[in-house]
């Protein structure tokens, strides 16, 4: 079992920048790839980031290249997702995952455990 812990969400202005957490714990954190999801009222849960158990690979979503960065420190055990020139429609629920099975994947359905989200606003 992993169990996942995230943290930082909140309220922030249209332009401005949080940077998530996510904590584990129950098992060697190198074995698996990190990604982060997002759930916005009304829409499916969606890929944001992923990053590979080294860190040394990175893969991100359209919607947030070039303004969003995923990391992770394997001697912490958590992963961050720096959100910079953050807009309105990132408004959402934001989930961390851990997937055991893959170097790394955007599909949801790869990922084995989740962490039970933090809330994050952006207001226009």
């Known amino acids: 079992q992993v169990q996942l812990v995230e943290s930082g969400g909140g309220l922030v202005q249209a332009g401005g920048s949080l940077r998530l957490s996510c904590a584990a714990s129950?098992?060697?954190?190198?074995?698996?790839?990190m990604g982060w999801f997002r759930q916005a009222p009304g829409k499916e849960r969606e890929f944001v980031a992923v990053?590979?158990?080294?860190?040394?690979?990175?893969y991100y979503a359209d919607s947030v290249k070039g303004r969003f960065t995923i990391s992770r420190d394997n001697i912490k055990n958590t992963v961050y997702l720096q959100m910079n020139s953050l807009k309105p429609e990132d408004t959402a629920v934001y989930y961390c995952?851990?997937?055991?099975?893959?170097?790394?994947?955007?599909?949801?359905?790869?990922?084995?455990?989740w962490g039970q989200g933090t809330q994050v606003t952006v207001s226009s």
């Open positions: 995952a851990a997937d055991l099975g893959s170097y790394y994947s955007t599909d949801q359905r790869e990922y084995d455990f």
């Open positions: 129950g098992r060697f954190f190198t074995d698996y790839a």
């Open positions: 990053v590979t158990w080294s860190g040394a690979n990175t």
